[in-house]
């Protein structure tokens, strides 16, 4: 009874530290005061003043992004929709959602109202996280929406967090050539999204934007020197024949 | 062959042209122009005239005042320029600023959350 207590409460814990790390970065504060460092400024600064310095500045980067964020909630949902067929509830073997907002959703045990379940209800507590689902056994990337909707009121929590798990980093394409939502977006080393993402993408398009307005800049720049060079040859002699003129004016007689 | 009033006319009429070249920013054109300026005045100085006449006509043609204004125009073109080359060597500098801190690899592009 113990180790399955413990099981529990195991996974209860790294889903809490999962959520608590998502729910941390999409709610985090952009750090507007601190800009990336130059090299100028880092040649003034410690290597420990520099790191402290960069995290501050990544900080907020994933602020309100709408992929994790939607993620969060799916992984919220498996917890509290009914799993068809299991005959019991969360709630009904001790395990909550925190009523503290601030927590994102954590999953908070009652130990003695989960171990008591464990005895009476071990079956219906099995069904609960483990159970898959009779009509879409499964997991399909393509899925419709309704097949979706079939499949997860009838499977476990297991299954439902693996499946939204496969949809945020799933490495294999679905029918429209797509991965995980995640590696779209941001890629995930040694695989091809590494540097084929959504982010790697825009940061190509970006640099491609700005080594043109860097080349414009520079014929821009030589254009300029150029004039430059040709206004300070028509200055001097200017200046020349202007010392002359006046040179005339002021010595008559 | 010319004499200074003729010269004098040539040498304020195309200290006009210079002034709307550079307007203009011909800045070839206004070396070219400069070039037959001083060639009028090589042949001022061949001639022989009397300088209370080149003040006369220096003065009817009001030719410091043109001067004055030539000089300020070259002045302006001259610092505009300075100015652009300033603001080119800045942009360069954050534009490379830029590249290093957020190239595909710098540290702000990671994905490790």
Redesign the interface.
């Known amino acids: 009874m113990n180790k399955t207590y413990d099981k529990i409460k195991g996974f209860v814990d790294k889903y809490n530290e999962i959520i608590d790390k998502i729910n941390t970065k999409v709610s985090e504060k952009k750090q507007y005061s601190y800009l990336p460092l130059t090299d100028d400024q880092k040649k003034d600064m410690k290597d420990t003043e520099i790191t402290a310095w960069e995290d501050k500045a990544k900080q907020g980067l994933l602020k309100g992004d709408s992929n994790l964020q939607n993620m969060l909630y799916n992984l919220r949902s498996c917890f509290y929709e009914t799993v068809k067929g299991a005959g019991i509830s969360l709630t009904e073997i001790g395990l909550s959602t925190s009523a503290d907002v601030s927590q994102g959703g954590k999953i908070i045990i009652d130990e003695a109202k989960l171990k008591d379940s464990i005895k009476t209800k071990g079956d219906q507590i099995q069904k609960l996280f483990m159970k898959t689902s009779e009509d879409i056994p499964s997991y399909d990337p393509d899925l419709s929406n309704s097949d979706r909707n079939t499949r997860k009121s009838q499977e476990g929590i297991f299954q439902r967090i693996n499946d939204i798990l496969q949809d945020n980093l799933r490495t294999v394409r679905n029918n429209n050539g797509k991965k995980g939502t995640l590696l779209e977006k941001a890629g995930v080393k040694g695989d091809y999204t590494e540097y084929n993402n959504l982010l790697t993408n825009q940061l190509n398009d970006e640099d491609k934007v700005i080594s043109k307005l860097v080349q414009k800049l520079s014929d821009d720049e030589d254009k300029y020197y150029n004039q430059f060079s040709k206004l300070e040859v028509a200055m001097q002699k200017l200046n020349d024949q202007s010392s002359w003129l006046t040179q005339q004016l002021g010595s008559s007689s | 062959m010319d004499n200074i009033n003729d010269l004098l006319n040539k040498f304020s009429k195309i200290t006009e042209k210079i002034i709307e070249e550079l307007k203009n ?1 011909e ?2 054109q ?2 070219l122009s ?2 037959n ?2 060639e009028i ?1 090589y042949k001022i100085k061949r001639i022989d005239y009397d ?2 006449e ?2 006369k006509i ?1 003065l009817s043609l009001n ?2 005042e043109k ?1 004055k204004n ?2 300020r125009a ?2 302006n ?2 610092s505009e ?2 100015d ?2 300033n603001k ?2 800045e ?2 500098y954050v ?1 490379s ?8 690899e710098s ?5 490790k ?1």
């Open positions: 920013e800045y070839d206004v070396n400069l070039d300026r001083e005045i300088r209370d080149f003040n220096s030719l410091i001067e030539l000089g070259l002045k073109r001259l320029k300075r652009c080359l080119m060597s942009a360069k534009s600023e830029y590249k290093k801190a957020y190239s595909v540290i702000f592009i990671n994905k959350i």
